[in-house]
């Protein structure tokens, strides 16, 4: 009795989440109030499944219902994904979900058509799924205006863009130079039994790991970051590039600050319009025994910049689609309209325009998006060359999303003294 009450409750929690998901509220702050709660590894599976496989999920149950109803739609996400990954047993799965529809309705009729749709789905699985294939929308599960715009702005690679998203989120690690060789830290995972893959010198676990398995977390010898987001002490380095004052003007929760520090002996200033978002960054410095001074502050003006302080590196990092890490966030499928694309465009112009102004005379803008549309990437660079004084483009990287990392995007743009 009680197992079935823990297992009612569960289904509940998802429907609720999965129901603001889809109305809109930003998935990791709706999952930070589950944070600790008994089942959150089964909670996360449910959620997390269902909004990857939207697409799927929306066009088996279109396929599935003559007349469908609003009301139930969640709890058939849940139904068809658990019937289709999970390894609970189909009776199980259908008993359980039939059982809470008429906890949660008190229409009987509503309950028969939840148990005759999973039926149905279980029945006709094979089929139902190889369908899938014919569409990319349903196959990698992405909205069709993104696979439409990549397949304008990046003919070359939208495919290989679009599988690579459609992997699990890889879970990269950033080893402190300061306090351990890589060698030495590669030796602690061995020791620890747990698995790795190098790629450009930068580690991906095979598996997620907590934190608390993860060997010197918390003495500071390692960061959990994308690989993807480690490039900026590679092109850097590449272009003899060694930076004494670096101002990173969107900073938080400070992944690229820490590894700057942890790389270079340099005083940098850290900059986020988000408070809350601010206190990440310390609080990574603090576990990394780095320092900083850290500001809350807009980088569209020039208000925090009190002493009119000058950089040679000012780090961008700028606000995006953060489509380059939908396998991590994968309600930006369901949110992201391609209306967005332009706000975010005229943002990150003002806000480069602006920190133009902080990079002194042969000093360096390191531009950096977490997408992977060229509105956001390749054109704003043109976009630069053309309208911030003395700049030229050092070198450009697109970081393309794989099953070892997420999507991003580099460029180094040089103030020449003119
Ligand atoms: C992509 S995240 C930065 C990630 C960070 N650089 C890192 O490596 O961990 C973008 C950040 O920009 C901040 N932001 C957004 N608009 C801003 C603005 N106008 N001025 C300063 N920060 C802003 C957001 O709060 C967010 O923390």
Known sequence: ???????????????????????????????????????????????????????????????????????????????????????????????????????????????????????????????????????????????NWFIDKLKISDKPNYLSIISGLSYHPAFGIRVNQRKIKLVDYVSKLVNANIEYELINNK??????????????????EVSVQDIGAQYVVDILTRNNVSPKFVLDACSAPGGKACQILENYDCDLLAVDIAHERLAKVKQNLDRLNLSAQLIVGDATNQKWNKDHQMFD?????????????????????????LSDIDNFVMQQREIINNL???????????????????????????????????SILIEELQILPSLHNDGLFYALIKKHNG
């Not at 709706?30 to 939207?54: A, S």
């Not at 780090?315 to 309209?337: E, M, Q």
């Open 203 to 220: 580690l991906v676990l095979s598996e997620a790991c907590a934190i608390e398995k993860l060997p010197g977390f918390f003495d500071g």
């Open 1 to 143: 009795m009680f197992h079935v009450k823990l297992k009612m409750k569960l289904y509940k929690q998802v429907k609720e989440i999965l129901e603001l998901v889809y109305s809109g509220s930003n998935l990791n702050l709706v999952m930070d109030q589950y944070k600790g709660i008994e089942d959150e590894p089964r909670l996360k599976y449910l959620v997390y499944g269902v909004i990857r496989y939207n697409f799927a999920l929306e066009y088996l149950i279109r396929k599935l219902s003559k007349h469908p109803n609003d009301k139930v739609q969640t709890i058939l996400f849940i139904g068809i994904f658990e019937l289709w990954f999970s390894n609970k047993p189909n009776y199980a799965v259908v008993n359980d979900l039939v059982e809470f529809t008429k906890e949660s309705f008190e229409n009987p009729k509503i309950a028969s058509f939840v148990n005759a749709i999973l039926r149905s789905f279980q029945r006709d699985k094979e089929s139902l799924l190889s369908e899938l294939n014919k569409d990319y929308s349903t196959k990698f599960n992405l909205p």
């Open 313 to 337: 590196l000012v780090i961008a990092d700028v606000p995006c689609s953060a489509t380059g890490t939908i396998k991590r966030n994968p309600d930006i499928k369901l949110t992201r309209k």
């Open 356 to 390: 133009w102004s902080n990079v002194s005379n042969d000093g360096y803008l390191m531009y950096i998006t977490c997408s992977v549309l060229h509105d956001e990437n390749q054109d704003n660079v043109t976009w630069i060359k053309a309208n911030l004084a003395n």
